[in-house]
């Protein structure tokens, strides 16, 4: 049996040995010979429909049609998700033997030499806490992100009381402000997947830039200061905007993955200079030398044009 090779290259083959050309083949098959340039170069397949006429044009059977539409690329896939298995679950098997390997060894050394269980609970909460996002997705089947992302939670909060124990101090009720407000992004982004189900991204964005602010005046609660409204807010303010270009950009700008790169270099190209002198406005003696601000700068203009000429490019071949 002939070896399986990809659709496209055994139809251009098989059109070769009858001695077609692809404007004669589709001719005969009543079809554009753009249509049978991309069955050749694997961008689409023919309409079933067709199926009887190629095989009587190519001189070859159903069978072996649709053996070369299907083995080579659904084998194919199936052996890289078989590597990419694989390769997880040694990742997941490393992981917990390292755990299993860390903990009782930390335990065990400062028993020995200090005869007591003081910064060994910080070591294991930090476990704990990689655990829940190395191995325990994987164990459990059912609510999978709600109950890793509370185990996250506990284990986070563990590790902080841990290192109050350790560090001692007053700072823990700051930090534990801090840290659930730090968590209410996470669990607010799973209350949207879990109990909305639509236009997702878009609300987790707004999430994203309305929790930027109660976040940055907890900071403040905690450190004092006079920098919230006259510098944080204004910063926040400047990064959500920018935040919101991008996600246009990548949501709704009809272009391909190139195109698409290159908006959101172009973007950052307008974000850098309009940050930078927002800062040096609100930060007197802060920002990048005016040099280097017009090197990245070019740099970044640079970039995005060599993006958008290669999605210009990938575009222009594609409708071909």
């Known amino acids: 049996m002939e070896e399986k090779r990809p659709f496209g290259e055994y139809i251009r083959k098989k059109r070769l040995e009858v001695g077609l050309t692809q404007k004669e083949l589709a001719g005969r098959l009543f079809v554009t010979e753009s249509s049978v340039s991309k069955w050749e170069r694997n961008l689409s397949y023919p309409d079933v429909s067709l199926v009887t006429s190629i095989c009587r044009e190519l001189g070859i059977s159903e069978h072996e049609f649709f053996t070369a539409c299907d083995d080579h690329q659904a084998h194919a896939q199936e052996r890289a998700a078989a590597v990419c298995k694989a390769a997880a679950l040694g990742f997941r098997r490393l992981c917990l033997a390292g755990y299993l390997i860390a903990a009782p060894a930390c335990l065990v050394c400062e028993l020995a030499l200090f005869h007591r269980l003081d910064w060994s609970w910080i070591v294991l909460a930090a476990l704990a806490l990689a655990f829940c996002f190395t191995n325990l997705p994987w164990m459990v089947r059912r609510e999978r992100a709600a109950l890793c992302l509370g185990a996250a939670t506990l284990c986070l909060m563990l590790l902080l009381l841990a290192c109050w124990r350790f560090a001692g101090g007053r700072w823990l009720l700051g930090g534990l402000a801090i840290t659930g407000m730090s968590l209410a992004l996470p669990w607010g982004w799973w209350a949207i997947w879990r109990f909305y189900g639509k236009n997702v991204l878009p609300l987790c964005v707004a999430l994203a830039s309305v929790w930027v602010f109660p976040l940055l005046a907890v900071v403040h609660g905690f450190t004092g200061g006079g920098w919230l409204v006259g510098v944080g807010f204004p910063l926040a303010a400047l990064g959500v905007a920018f935040l919101w270009a991008y996600f246009l950009c990548l949501r709704y700008l009809r272009a ?47 970039v995005s044009f060599l993006l958008l000429v290669l999605g210009g490019i990938r575009e222009f071949r594609r409708q071909q």
């Open 256 to 302: 391909g993955p190139w195109g698409k790169a290159g908006a959101a270099a172009l973007i950052t190209a307008a974000a850098s200079p309009v940050f930078q002198a927002l800062c040096r406005r609100l930060i007197p003696g802060t920002g990048n030398p005016w040099a280097l601000d017009c090197l990245i700068l070019t740099a970044l203009l640079a």
